[in-house]
């Protein structure tokens, strides 16, 4: 489970932005290409984050896909899939840019204001 990996980075900078303050919720963007089954990263977040302050936070993931070129048809277009083939012609004679960020969006963090009195 790669998403482990991937999960230490993301908690090292969610903390170096939090603190020491409660983090509620963590965006991420991740292209395709970075092959992070959301499950996973779910699980793997919840374990890397134990016992610090984004222990309880949520996590969104925005998966970001590849865009591919056919080169056998010229069909430009986007593929949610790391392995795409053409969804025209069906060629693998194609070449793939993107879909490889990994970047931390946001960090939302809980309120410690007081109500007032």
């Known amino acids: 489970m ?5 999960c230490e980075g993301i908690v090292a900078a969610v903390l170096a932005r939090a603190a020491g303050r409660e983090v509620s919720r963590v ?9 992070i089954v959301p499950e996973s990263m779910q699980q793997a977040f919840r374990m890397v984050a134990a016992g610090t302050v984004a222990a309880d936070a ?17 069909f430009a277009g986007d593929a949610n899939d790391p392995y795409a083939t053409c969804s025209r012609c ?6 793939a840019w993107g879909g490889d960020e990994l970047i931390l ?13």
């Not at 069906?90 to 070449?95: H, L, Y």
């Not at 969006?105 to 009195?117: E, G, I, K, N």
């Open 2 to 6: 790669h998403e482990v990996g991937i």
């Open 27 to 35: 965006r991420v963007r991740a292209g395709v290409q970075q092959r």
């Open 58 to 74: 949520a996590v969104d993931l925005e998966i970001v896909p590849v865009t591919l070129t056919c080169i056998a048809c010229g």
């Open 90 to 95: 069906g060629s693998v004679d194609v070449e």
């Open 105 to 117: 969006v946001s960090v939302s963090l809980r309120s410690t204001a007081s109500p007032p009195r």
